[in-house]
């Protein structure tokens, strides 16, 4: 070959080789400006997605096309803005909240809800639930919904605490008495009583009584009384009595365990007495000496005078009434031991050992000389009653006013 074909052919290589990079720097450049011009078609979103903020450029013609494009699928309750129809402009803005369903237990109820809310107040107010300060809300109503996506509430009432006598009426949302107890820091000592059980279920308007019971010594001297020892006295007339020694009072110490419930005494139980000082006893004389009536008695005149009143003793006025030795209630022997049905016209009075005492020698106006030796039921204070020996003497005397001497 000669020299003037090698060097045609050269050339005509060289060409070729410059055409096709001609040809493939133009393209290059074609596709770059294309993809420029397209780059720079596309409009800026900002595009918030359960709270994580996106900064994208879309061809998107709306809302839907661009979560679409975002693969995120929406669901019925979930929370677009704008809507999905809106359509695309440069420097929007779009939220998107995935729903959750939330399980909400009221007390023993429970019930659901779909909510794109975070917070739990905010999930019950949607809801619809009513909370009230002393309702126990779990988790607490300011925080956020847990993992498990549920909420729990118990709703509280009003029940009245006893502790101690003092009432207050107090809300709560406890089960049991324990746990109210707890939950309130009652503490209950040793001695201490709860009126029923702590596994007692609380129900509105319950009553919770806790008894405080305090258990205290107590020592304290008091008197003791002294005993009164009785003696037959023959030379003293029957009916009376004569002091031979007073009683004295000693002292006694006794120690005593007192309870008390919420401040009143219930119970006191002694637990030892010791004698301080001896009691000194009282002894009286009995007398047991019978007066013999006769109508020849030389202690008392069986006659009937007026006579005046004797010299010396003790006078004074009474009220008189008789009666007979066959009176209703009358056993024929007097309180002084006198057999009256077979001396019955002796003279014998009937008295109040307080004003004249039994076996005393009396003169009594328009009655004469007699001895105290009965006593009777409405015989109290001046009175006196004079033996007849018949009702009709007896219906005859009535009932006067009269002089009476104590001689004796």
Known sequence: MSKSTMENLFFKSLRSKQIAVTVLALTLFVTIMSLVLYEGTKKSVALNVNGEELNIKTHAHTVGNLLAEQEIEVAEHDLVTPSVNTPIEDGLSVRWEQSKQVAITVDQENTS?????????????????????????????????????????????????DDGGNETKVWSTSTTVADFLK??????????????????????????????????????????????????DPALLKGREKVVQEGKKGTVSRKFEIVKE??????????????????????????????????????????????????GGKEFYVTATAYTAYCNGCSGITAAGIDIRSNPNIKVIAVDPKVIPLGSKVWVEGYGYAIAGDTGGAIKGMKIDLLYPTKEAAYKFGRRQVKIKVIN
């Open 113 to 161: 809800i779909w909510t794109t809310e975070r917070t739990v107040s905010d999930v019950l107010a949607q809801a619809g639930i009513e909370v009230t300060e002393h309702d126990e809300v779990v988790p607490g109503l300011q925080q956020q919904l847990g993992e498990d996506n549920s909420i729990a509430v118990q709703k509280a009432f009003e029940l009245t605490l």
């Open 183 to 232: 939950r309130e820091n009652i503490l209950l000592d040793d001695d201490d009583r709860l009126e029923g059980q702590m596994a007692d279920v609380v129900m509105p308007n319950s009553v919770i009584k806790v008894v405080r019971v305090e258990k205290v010594t107590d020592v304290v001297e008091e008197p003791a009384n002294f005993t009164v020892e009785t003696r037959n």
């Open 262 to 311: 919420n401040g009143t005494e219930v119970s006191r139980t002694l637990l030892e007495e010791k004698t301080i000082t001896e009691p000194q006893k009282k002894i009286v004389s009995v007398g047991s000496k019978v007066v013999v009536a006769s109508n020849n008695s030389t202690n008392v005149s069986v006659s009937r005078d007026n006579s005046s009143a004797p010299a």
